[in-house]
T-cell receptor, first 112, second 112 residues
Framework: SQTIHQWPATLVQPVGSPLSLECTVE??????LYWYRQAAGRGLQLLFY??????ISSEVPQNLSASRPQDRQFILSSKKLLLSDSGFYLC???????????FGQGTRLTVV | GENVEQHPSTLSVQEGDSAVIKCTYS??????FPWYKQELGKRPQLIID?????GEKKDQRIAVTLNKTAKHFSLHITETQPEDSAVYFC???????????FGTGTRLKVLA
């Protein structure tokens, strides 16, 4: 069966520090991969999605970036965190478009 | 760009009553509409979905209706129970775009 792993679960980082969140999917190949951010009391904002290695689309211009070094690995990064980057970050995957998306357990990031 | 509006943002009902959450989407080409339930501190999980070639779908106490002309879709929960308390998200997806655009969420509280 397919599983998705996301880590770390919680992270407290100072303003200006770098960020690296990792997401890995097991049990499937060539998944569509997604990064969402959920700010307190708000919805799920799509940040990046990828339909294959070296195919990453950005939805929201900001100081975050995403990379897909392997087929089932999706990384969210930042060179310098801002206070406004605090939130709950969720990785997700789907087999194909217009099918169920499965979410990771999320990373709660607090920038101080 | 694509947008999904969701109402209400909070909803309190007495146990045993029905709850209705409504969403409106902007992209007329959207053809897949999932609903996710997110319990406190956990990942969103799919509870029901509907495709554009269907007007209504039921799964026990949960139903979803779709009005393509008005670009509306709704989640109906009957005989609500305390364990239904959670945040519910609607989403819309369009073939070929690979994106899931989520609403801002509805916090449902079922009062015992």
């Amino acid at each position: 069966s397919q599983t998705i792993h996301q880590w770390p679960a919680t992270l407290v980082q100072p303003v200006g520090s770098p960020l690296s969140l990792e997401c890995t999917v097991e049990g499937t190949s060539n998944p569509n991969l997604y990064w969402y951010r959920q700010a307190a009391g708000r919805g799920l904002q799509l940040l990046f999605y990828s339909i294959g290695i070296d195919q990453i689309s950005s939805e929201v211009p900001q100081n975050l970036s995403a990379s897909r070094p392997q087929d089932r690995q999706f990384i969210l990064s930042s060179k310098k965190l801002l206070l406004s980057d605090s939130g709950f970050y969720l990785c997700a995957w789907s087999v194909e478009a217009n099918t169920e998306a499965f979410f990771g357990q999320g990373t709660r990031l607090t920038v101080v | 760009g694509e947008n999904v509006e969701q109402h209400p943002s909070t909803l309190s009902v007495q146990e045993g009553d029905s709850a209705v959450i409504k969403c409106t989407y902007s992209d007329s080409a959207s053809n897949y509409f999932p609903w996710y339930k997110q319990e406190l501190g956990k990942r969103p999980q799919l509870i029901i979905d509907i495709r554009s070639n269907v007007g209504e779908k039921k799964d026990q106490r949960i139903a979803v209706t779709l009005n393509k002309t008005a670009k509306h879709f709704s989640l109906h929960i009957t005989e609500t129970q305390p364990e239904d308390s959670a945040v519910y998200f609607c989403a819309a997806s369009t073939s070929g775009t690979y994106k899931y655009i989520f609403g801002t969420g509805t916090r449902l509280k079922v009062l015992a």
